[in-house]
T-cell receptor, first 116, second 114 residues
Framework: AQSVAQPEDQVNVAEGNPLTVKCTYS??????LFWYVQYPNRGLQFLLK??????LVKGSYGFEAEFNKSQTSFHLKKPSALVSDSALYFC??????????????FGTGTKLQVIP | DGGITQSPKYLFRKEGQNVTLSCEQN?????MYWYRQDPGQGLRLIYY???????QKGDIAEGYSVSREKKESFPLTVTSAQKNPTAFYLC?????????????FGEGSWLTVV
């Protein structure tokens, strides 16, 4: 089964500084990777995804993610953090069950705190 | 407006009762999913469905049931057999079954056992 791991429960960064939220993956075959953001008491919002092609993926709200096959990583980045970026971030991977049905598996989430 | 609608937003259940959470989408998406979210545990998959009248158990299906009688609807019933049902429940949907398609989420429903 495919899986993702988010090694940090929380990341703190000063406003204006670059931010990185880490994600590593374990897949067989081609990985389909996603990042989502969740604000308190809300559903998840899609940020970006890697399917194939360019290793640097650009997404919503100025976020981008770098796919690194040799390190099996898909870290989320932003050049300059905003206080409004404070939220819970989830990495996810497309998976397939033994019956061939598609599903999506999520990491445990990383809380990003941007300090004014 | 197009989207995924979950209702109710907040639901209180007495022990021993079954409750049903509604999920409706008007995006014409084929696949639908239910996840449970507990603090510190991320999202865990309960049930998923690729087409009408067909669904599969996820990682934590025990104590839950679903139906998929219509393409746009995927209700989740939390039965009395679910011993610890207090959680945030998220419904999601996806166009087609191509691996690269994005899944989109509703706003979630809070279930509390009182």
């Amino acid at each position: 089964a495919q899986s993702v791991a988010q090694p940090e429960d929380q990341v703190n960064v000063a406003e204006g500084n670059p931010l990185t939220v880490k994600c590593t993956y374990s897949v067989s075959g081609n990985p389909y990777l996603f990042w989502y953001v969740q604000y308190p008491n809300r559903g998840l919002q899609f940020l970006l995804k890697y399917i194939t092609g360019d290793n640097l993926v650009k997404g919503s709200y100025g976020f981008e993610a770098e796919f690194n096959k040799s390190q099996t990583s898909f870290h989320l980045k932003k050049p300059s953090a905003l206080v409004s970026d404070s939220a819970l971030y989830f990495c996810a991977v497309r998976d397939e069950d033994p019956g061939g049905y598609q599903k999506v598996t999520f990491g445990t989430g990383t809380k990003l705190q941007v300090i004014p | 407006d197009g989207g995924i609608t979950q209702s109710p937003k907040y639901l209180f259940r007495k022990e021993g009762q079954n409750v049903t959470l509604s999920c409706e989408q008007n995006l014409n998406h084929d696949a639908m999913y239910w996840y449970r979210q507990d603090p510190g545990q991320g999202l865990r998959l309960i049930y998923y469905s690729q087409i009408v009248n067909d669904f599969q158990k996820g990682d934590i299906a025990e104590g839950y049931s679903v139906s998929r009688e219509k393409k746009e609807s995927f209700p989740l019933t939390v039965t009395s057999a679910q011993k610890n049902p207090t959680a945030f429940y998220l419904c999601a949907s996806q166009q087609g079954v191509y691996s690269g398609n994005t899944i989109y989420f509703g706003e979630g429903s809070w279930l509390t056992v009182v």
